[in-house]
């Protein structure tokens, strides 16, 4: 258990940042499935719309820190793919 206030604050916050971080990781999971049910059901339009909207949540994401860059850009990448595959394919 911390002794100094200080490291007390500090647990207090990262309690509050670990709530706020869990829900913006909850939402871009949201987007993300709801992309992949769109590209599962095979409605390449659907997809493409549910991708142009999970981008902009990916990307703040990053910005506020809870997910890396890179991860971001593999989700994007490989989420981009399977709609030009399934583009492809119909």
Known sequence: MANHASAKKRIRRNERREVINGNRRSRIRTFIKKVMVAIESGDATAADTALQTAQP??????SKGVLNKKTASRKMSRLSASIKALKGKS
């Open 57 to 62: 949540e990916i990307f703040r994401g990053v």
